[in-house]
């Protein structure tokens, strides 16, 4: 009996399998690594299973309110903060983008401002308009006494050379009065004039990076630097090989510089007396009438965007199968979007795209929108002048928007500059 009551306690040695593992994780975190970062789970009769620790997990890993600051987790490190740009969507909730700035502060909400964007308009008959383009409200802010004609218009960034900034100054090409306008924004105010040499019939401008100006003058594009003062001209001509048309100018950021200008053929009745490419040669005896430069007929007139090299004194034509830009006086734009992006804009043809990233170039058609003078705004978008309205076009898909039918001119407006800053 004694011996049966021995045998019950081998059960008592199955207490073995009770004596309980041994927990690894109780010396050195079980060898997973520093507990800060890393877990351990002890495992019966099997090692630890370790697992990185998600510090972002409790109070944001310590990074800061969840709302401003992100917290990434790192494997055996400390998590990485960073700041949350509320800005980077939805314009920080702060409005619609073109006409509010949103400003990302660390850790604390964004600043919001409202942004002006304005289009300025040179009149053909003296008179400087400007269009909110957040309301559409068309205000004359100039008027100018004397008897002149305000063609192409340009933003000169001054001395900081940063755009938008108190320094700047629109300036106005003025052939009647043969000189450069400058007005200031900000108070509508005109200044004396930016050239400091005599001009002849100044139509067209443009503005360099740094400064300087490229003029389109009597067919001439001249070059002059930042302080107005005559550097240096390209002789385009107007004859049968030349440009038949006031030549439209931009500058693309890199610093080249480009003229958009049309071709005509010259024609006695019906015959063709010169191509784009030969010298006049009508005869003498043309019945008077008859002789004449065939331009907007359908295959008798081109519009050329030619690249102008000051230092060579040369030009280089790029494109020859652009719409003709407008009238023997004028009409048609041209604008750059990049240094690789041109657009021309046309009031026979719409506006055409010219991609100078290929090789040849590729021109093709965004919008079949009749427009004068263009401007390409910072979110891309072009802004121009179509008979007494001013529109934007979308050149992605071509779509056009009237920001306002309510600003006419009598003599129209013959040129556009986008204008924005925030108080």
């Not at 050195?28 to 009769?45: E, H, K, M, Q």
């Not at 269009?131 to 409200?137: E, K, N, Q």
């Not at 068309?138 to 320094?167: E, K, Q, R, Y």
């Not at 015959?271 to 295959?299: K, L, M, Q, R, Y």
């Amino acid at each position: 009996m004694t011996g049966a009551a021995g045998m019950g306690g081998e059960a008592g040695m199955g207490g073995e399998g009770g004596m309980g593992g041994i927990d690894e994780c109780a010396t050195d975190n079980g060898g997973c690594g520093d507990a800060t970062f890393y877990t351990c789970v002890n495992n019966d009769g099997d090692p630890p299973t370790c697992a990185d620790l998600d510090e972002c997990a409790a109070n944001n890993g310590g990074c800061g309110d969840a709302t401003f600051y992100t917290c990434v987790n790192n494997d055996g490190a400390p998590p990485t903060c960073a700041d949350i740009d509320e800005c980077a969507t939805d314009n920080g909730g702060c409005g619609d983008a073109p006409f509010y700035t949103c400003v990302n502060n660390d850790g604390v909400p964004p600043t919001c401002a409202q942004y002006f964007a304005y289009a300025y308009l040179p009149s053909h008959y003296d008179r400087l308009d400007r269009v909110d383009l957040l309301t559409g409200t068309c205000t004359t802010i100039l008027n100018d006494p004397n008897a002149s004609s305000w063609g192409g218009i340009g933003v000169h960034p001054g001395a900081d050379g940063t755009f938008w900034t108190a320094d700047d100054r629109l300036l106005i090409a003025d052939y009647v009065q043969d000189e450069i306008h400058t007005v200031d924004p900000y108070t509508s105010t005109e200044e004396p004039a930016f050239n400091s040499y005599t001009m002849g019939n100044p139509d067209d401008l443009a503005v360099l990076p740094d400064g300087s100006v490229v003029v389109e003058d009597l067919g001439d594009i001249v070059l002059i630097d930042a302080a107005g003062a005559y550097v240096s001209e390209i002789d385009l001509g107007f004859d049968a090989d030349g440009p038949d048309s006031s030549p439209k100018v931009t500058t693309l950021p890199n610093g080249d510089t480009y003229a958009y200008y049309m071709e005509c053929t010259h024609v006695c009745g019906d015959d063709i007396c010169s191509s784009f490419d030969e010298e006049f040669n009508c005869p003498s005896d043309c019945p008077f009438g008859f002789d004449f430069f065939a331009c907007t007929e359908g295959g008798l007139g081109r519009g050329v965007l030619a690249k102008l090299d000051f230092g060579a004194g040369t030009t280089f034509i790029v494109a020859d199968t652009l719409p003709v830009p407008g009238g023997i006086i004028g009409g048609g734009g041209v604008a750059a979007a990049d240094n690789t992006t041109i657009y021309t804009a046309s009031e026979f043809g719409g506006v055409y795209e010219v991609d100078l990233g290929t090789i040849p170039v590729t021109v093709s058609m965004v919008s079949g929108s009749r427009l004068g003078s263009i401007d390409v705004m910072p979110d891309g978008q072009l802004i121009g002048t179509s008979f007494g309205s001013v529109v934007t076009v979308d050149p992605g898909t071509g779509a056009s928007s009237t920001v306002t039918s309510s600003c006419p001119s009598p003599g129209g407006h013959r040129g556009i500059a986008y204008f924005g800053y925030t108080l």
